[in-house]
């Protein structure tokens, strides 16, 4: 069976191959670049896919197997911004993006036990983060992009950052609603305003503010990109931040460590 002390293994030959596919962006190989990033995503997740039937229940618990998942759609979000757009810096980004991810798991491994607390043990858990997960790997695509704009004082990428925001907006919101779902079942009520929930909903906000930032007819796009980079914090802060905050610590429905 597989475990965490496999991880390396895996790690290593997916990064290889997505550094392979980001070459080859570089070099205008796009069957190459395809591929390799490919067959390096398939390699990663077959790791997970192993993870979740040595577990036997999805590893998504601890921050240490969610951070997986983003490891795995980073990459994915970076083959389908190349694929529409053939930015050729995108894989890169993408590979370093998961990579920084990886060598946290790697150098700060989190202990996965097969134990899963009653509320996680809801059929709509699963697919709440893992949807969510997508939604922050191409909100995250949408971030590096608005970065480049912002150093390369463009403001071509506004319009490939609006296909990535309104797709990552719209898994946002499918998450939210597998969120409501799993709640109602495991807590008996669909919204609580709990630290984390009251957080998303900031998330969420900020990013609907950019969308119609954008429909502004007289917008400035230097102000659009910095609500972007804004909208990214805002949504680490949902993701792992709340975590540090002292209203979350122990009344937190969300708070599985304990």
Known sequence: MVDWSHFVYFAVVSVLLWAVGAWASWRDKASVAYTA???????????????????????????????LWYSLFLPLAGIIVYSRWRYKWILSFSTLMAVVFICVNLFK???????????????????????YMFAYAL???????????????????LTSIDNLVYVGLAFMTIGMLFGALWA????????????K?????????????????????????????????ISFL???MCWWGINYLPSAQGSS??????
Do not use: C, N
């Open 184 to 195: 109602k079942e495991a807590w008996g009520h669909y919204w609580s305003w709990d630290p």
């Open 139 to 157: 909100l995250g695509a949408a971030t590096l992009m608005a970065l480049y704009a912002i150093f390369t004082l463009h403001s071509s990428p």
């Open 234 to 236: 805002l949504l680490q």
């Open 37 to 67: 990033t490919i067959v390096g995503l398939i390699v990663f997740l077959s790791f997970i896919v192993l993870m979740w039937i040595s577990l036997e229940r999805p590893p998504l618990r601890t921050m240490g197997e969610t951070r």
């Open 109 to 131: 491994p989190e202990i996965h036990s097969k134990t899963l607390m009653p509320a996680l043990q809801s059929p709509w858990f699963a697919p709440h983060v893992i949807v």
């Open 253 to 258: 429905v969300h708070t599985y460590s304990t």
């Open 197 to 229: 929930e009251t957080w998303a909903a900031i998330t969420w906000f900020s990013y609907l503010i950019y969308i119609h930032y954008r429909r502004v007819p007289k917008h400035h796009p230097r102000l659009a990109l910095s609500i972007i980079l």
